[in-house]
């Protein structure tokens, strides 16, 4: 079945230490050689699992920092909003921030 989804053959010279770097490098990625030099190709970002990672990571941090959010307006709005409460808004957004900066700084543009 992958003969008619990958129909043209290619074949490629490795010296012996690039063909142990492809040969660990797919076993790491858990794919075969052909499917990692695909997954090359690609360069899809989203492919990537410590690129998926870092954004469940980012989902969930600013999923805290919301719900901390809403706790804090919820206050404000039952007139119990105090200068504590602001100051945690402000400092749950510095967070929020940094943590979105690091992302992006790990992943790029």
């Known amino acids: 079945m992958a003969d008619k989804v990958h129909c043209i053959?290619?074949?490629?010279?490795?010296?012996?230490?690039e063909?142990?770097?492809?040969?660990?490098?797919?076993?790491?990625?858990g794919m075969n050689e052909a499917e990692y030099i695909r997954f090359l190709i690609s360069q899809k970002p989203n492919?990537?699992?410590?690129i998926r990672t870092l954004l469940k990571e980012l989902i969930n941090e600013v999923n805290r920092v919301g719900v901390n959010i809403?706790?804090?307006?919820?206050?404000h709005n039952a007139q119990l909003y105090?200068?504590?409460d602001k100051e945690k808004l402000v400092a749950y957004m510095?967070?929020?921030?940094?943590?979105?900066?690091?992302?992006?700084?790990?992943?790029?543009n």
């Open 9 to 17: 053959k290619k074949t490629v010279r490795l010296m012996p230490n």
């Open 70 to 75: 809403n706790q804090i307006t919820f206050s």
């Open 47 to 50: 492919d990537y699992p410590e």
């Open 82 to 84: 105090s200068k504590e």
């Open 19 to 29: 063909a142990m770097i492809l040969s660990e490098k797919s076993s790491a990625a």
């Open 94 to 108: 510095r967070k929020l921030n940094l943590e979105v900066k690091k992302v992006v700084d790990m992943i790029g």
